[in-house]
């Protein structure tokens, strides 16, 4: 993967996102932070192919956070406490735009 312009690690796993907005996933999968459900370890970074148009990415210890050019959230893994408990990433509905998010252990 070439020209990254954000990177994220969480526990075991990173996040990238390229020039172009596309979202790339490598690491450990066991609560698909990944983005991916079949998987649970990639060894080699993959494409999310749902996420466009990211301009950041965030890693929690087994969740993941990404901003678009939009102000849009997306959220996959798992935090523990249930709210993000997708594989595959799912937009948080909002009326306002969002501009920075951040991850911690468990939130």
């Not at 956070?65 to 909002?94: M, V």
Request: aromatic share 10%.
């Amino acid at each position: 993967v070439k020209d990254m312009q954000s990177v994220a690690c969480g526990e075991d796993f990173t996040l990238c996102v390229d020039q172009q907005g596309h979202v790339w996933s490598f690491g450990s999968n066991d609560m698909n932070q990944l983005g991916f459900k079949e998987q649970y370890h990639i060894v080699y970074p993959q494409q999310i192919e749902k996420l466009s148009n990211i301009t950041s990415v965030h890693c929690g210890r087994s969740h993941s956070a990404c901003l678009d050019a939009d102000g849009a959230l997306w959220i996959f893994g798992n935090s523990h406490y249930s709210w993000c408990n997708d594989s595959a990433p799912r937009k948080i509905k909002r009326d306002e735009k969002i501009c920075l998010i951040a991850c911690g252990g468990s939130h």
